[in-house]
Nanobody, 115 residues
Framework: QVQLVESGGGLVQAGGSLRLSCTAS????????MAWHRQAPGKKREVVAS???????NYADSVKGRFTISRDNAKNTVSLQMNSLKPEDTAVYYC?????????WGKGTQVTVSS
């Protein structure tokens, strides 16, 4: 069984910063891609950023230049540094990993950006 535990969400004013972290534990042989998704009220879930085991990254256009994803393969952790936050970044953020041909999701952490 695989567990993902997220932390770091909260309330911040526009222009502020937050750092999300996620640690994977359990029966994991090798994690391929680690990613952050988000879902805002009334909107579809979207991929915010992803990072491969080799360190290649991808970002949604809406967060490029503001968010940075990173991972520590030895600790099975992934982080998302979010700067210059905007009210439209308000959403529940989910940690997602792909490992051994399966996808695993965290329970989500709320990020609220006030204007």
């Amino acid at each position: 069984q695989v567990q993902l535990v997220e932390s770091g969400g909260g309330l911040v004013q526009a222009g502020g910063s937050l750092r999300l972290s996620c640690t994977a534990s359990g029966n994991i042989f090798k994690i391929n891609v680690m990613a952050w998704h988000r879902q805002a009220p009334g909107k579809k879930r979207e991929v915010v950023a992803s990072i491969t085991s080799g360190g290649s990254t991808n970002y949604a256009d809406s967060v490029k230049g503001r968010f940075t994803i990173s991972r520590d393969n030895a600790k099975n952790t992934v982080s998302l540094q979010m700067n210059s936050l905007k009210p439209e970044d308000t959403a529940v953020y989910y940690c997602v990993i792909s490992a051994t041909s399966s996808f695993y999701w965290g329970k989500g952490t709320q990020v609220t950006v006030s204007s």
